[in-house]
């Protein structure tokens, strides 16, 4: 489906459901109405498989949810990306932390993988510092984000030099010309008919001045 298909289908949708009413949208306002459903709906699944118990440092990852999974698989990336003493750039389209491991440097120039770094609240790291059972060593780093990076230490005498991640990234954006890739682009659809026919129906809306930049009346 193109972006174009997905624009007539939500027009087509809201003549269905709003015969009554004589507005006339743009294509350019549902095209941002999908963008956001789009990404609405990217979080609220990432966020149903959470409250099902996948947290980001769970080892099963996604795999508890099946359905859930095969929708957003298309959105999972894996990176590597090089760090300098333990920290990387998140990358530019970077949503939702999935899992990730690091690589790291030893003393003696050796390197070895862990599979096991524990991801930590930033406020929690004096706890974590201070504590001789939770320091991060090179069997469990300790990793965190902070701003748009996210660090990782590996102990004294160990550097962290790249980090493997996964994620879930933001949704392309979607254009008239682009392919949706979304496997949930029917929901994105019915998401933004919701959103359009709310912004139509909500008082404070039409009293904005803005709302005939939006949208053209007849």
Same mark, same amino acid.
């Given at each position: 489906? #193109?972006?174009?298909?997905? !624009?007539? %289908?939500?027009? $087509?949708? &809201?003549?269905? /459901? +709003? #015969?009554?009413?004589?507005? !006339?949208? %743009?294509?350019? $306002?549902? &095209?941002?109405? /999908? +963008?956001?459903?789009?990404?609405?709906?990217?979080?609220?699944?990432?966020?149903?498989?959470?409250?099902?118990?996948?947290?980001?440092?769970?080892?099963?990852?996604?795999?508890?949810n099946q359905y859930s999974t095969d929708?957003?698989?298309?959105?999972?990336?894996?990176?590597?990306?090089?760090?300098?003493?333990?920290?990387?750039?998140?990358?530019?389209?970077?949503?939702?932390?999935?899992?990730h491991s690091v690589i790291i440097k030893?003393?003696?120039?050796?390197?070895?993988?862990?599979?096991?770094?524990?991801?930590?609240?930033?406020?929690?790291?004096?706890?974590?510092?201070?504590?001789?059972?939770?320091?991060?060593?090179?069997?469990?780093?300790?990793?965190?984000?902070?701003?748009?990076?996210?660090?990782?230490?590996?102990?004294?005498?160990?550097?962290?030099?790249?980090?493997?991640?996964?994620?879930?990234?933001?949704?392309?954006?979607i254009t008239l010309t682009s392919v949706?890739?979304?496997?949930?682009?029917?929901?994105?659809?019915?998401?933004?008919?919701?959103?359009?026919?709310?912004?139509?129906?909500?008082?404070?809306?039409?009293?904005?001045?803005?709302?005939?930049?939006?949208?053209?009346?007849?």
């Open positions: 489906m #193109t972006g174009k298909d997905a !624009v007539l %289908q939500v027009m $087509v949708n &809201l003549n269905r /459901l +709003n #015969t009554a009413s004589n507005r !006339v949208i %743009q294509p350019e $306002v549902v &095209l941002l109405m /999908l +963008n956001k459903a789009a990404l609405k709906l990217t979080k609220e699944k990432y966020f149903f498989n959470i409250n099902r118990g996948i947290a980001s440092n769970d080892r099963e990852g996604f795999q508890k929708e957003l698989n298309s959105l999972v990336v894996t990176a590597s990306i090089n760090a300098v003493n333990g920290v990387a750039p998140l990358p530019s389209d970077y949503l939702f932390h999935v899992r030893r003393a003696d120039n050796s390197e070895t993988v862990s599979h096991t770094p524990k991801l930590q609240k930033i406020d929690n790291l004096g706890e974590v510092y201070s504590d001789p059972f939770n320091k991060p060593n090179e069997v469990e780093p300790v990793s965190f984000f902070s701003d748009n990076y996210i660090q990782s230490d590996a102990g004294t005498g160990n550097t962290v030099t790249k980090i493997l991640f996964n994620y879930l990234k933001k949704p392309e954006e949706v890739k979304l496997a949930f682009i029917d929901d994105v659809i019915d998401a933004a008919v919701t959103l359009i026919l709310d912004t139509w129906e909500s008082p404070r809306m039409a009293t904005q001045p803005q709302i005939n930049e939006i949208f053209k009346i007849k």
